[in-house]
């Protein structure tokens, strides 16, 4: 549960790339930390559980199988991965749910470039995950910053300008808006 005030920040570099019919959503984002800092946050399942949509079995800091556990308020859902790829601290790829996301970090003016790749099936859903990554990143931004908001995932995040991202980032994408099945 979120408890201060949040407010999305401004939309960031985003890109959406056709390799050959498979798509790709390139979302880049600055942190005004070290990568040791980010790629624990990325990394350890207590830190996930504070910012990503879903926290993990074991620390994501070797290959092999993992279980990634979505979290959407009360409701759990335990889905099989696959860490392919481990280099401390500048790379991480894994499976979840079908999808492969590629973390990169790189020194960058002082701090750390974070360049995740979400493989997608097609484009119809790349604003809907789009807007659900800002949100995420943001509060990862503020846990890596030592301001943890707790995580904003979810049916929640339409508490907290996920619709507005959504619509701001299909226009950017040059996608259909489209939005998710409230349950």
Known sequence: MTTRQYRPS??????LIDDGGRWSLVFTRDFPHGR???W???TEPGELREWAPYTADRPLSSTGPVTLVMIDG?????????ITAVQRPDLLEYTWAGETLRWELREHGGGTRLRLTHRLPDRTRAAMLAA?????LDVAAELVAGTPLGPITGANALNYG???LNRQYSDRLGVEVL???IQ
């Not at 401004?10 to 890109?15: A, F």
């Not at 659900?132 to 995420?136: A, E, P, T």
């Open 36 to 38: 040791d800092a980010v």
């Open 10 to 15: 401004p939309l960031h570099q985003v890109d």
């Open 162 to 164: 996920w619709s507005d």
């Open 132 to 136: 659900g990554w800002h949100i995420c």
């Open 40 to 42: 624990s946050a990325l």
């Open 179 to 181: 939005e998710p099945p």
């Open 74 to 82: 009360e409701k759990h859902e335990e889905l099989p991965g696959e």
